[in-house]
């Protein structure tokens, strides 16, 4: 079964930046479709940015384009979220999740409903 394991976490300042990483336990490319998630205190887990199974094309939710940046790595089956310019509207616990679902275009995709393969979290706080 596949097992994901988030790190990168930290307490930042506003205006930093923090690299997230969510670690696969079998090969990703071509198979499963990853996102990174966030929840914050009394909001519902929402979509930030979702990477397609083979040709890796992106989705981000509007508040995170220009701000965050999902790659891959192929050969170690590594998902990164790249987050610059975090704002305290960013705190909260940021998760990543896997989903075989093939034949959706990237932006149908990238909602919390479609994936059935969880991290466990890894809290980011922006605070000066």
């Known amino acids: 079964q596949l097992q994901l394991v988030e790190s990168g976490g930290a307490t930042v300042q506003p205006g930093g930046s923090l690299r997230l990483s969510c670690a696969a336990s079998?090969?990703?490319?071509?198979?499963?479709?990853i996102g990174w998630f966030r929840q914050a205190p009394g909001r519902e887990r929402e979509e930030l940015s979702c990477?397609?199974?083979?040709?890796?094309?992106?989705y981000y939710l509007d508040s995170a384009k220009g701000r965050f940046t999902i790659s891959r790595d192929n050969g170690k089956n590594t998902v990164y979220l790249e987050m610059n310019r975090l704002e305290p509207e960013d705190t909260g616990i940021y998760y990543c999740?896997?989903?075989?679902?093939?034949?959706?275009?990237?932006?149908?995709?990238?909602?919390?409903?479609?994936?059935?393969?969880w991290g466990q979290g890894t809290q980011v706080t922006v605070s000066s």
């Open positions: 990477i397609a199974p083979a040709d890796g094309e992106t």
């Open positions: 999740a896997a989903t075989r679902l093939l034949a959706m275009t990237v932006r149908d995709i990238c909602s919390t409903e479609k994936f059935d393969n």
């Open positions: 079998e090969v990703i490319l071509g198979y499963y479709a």
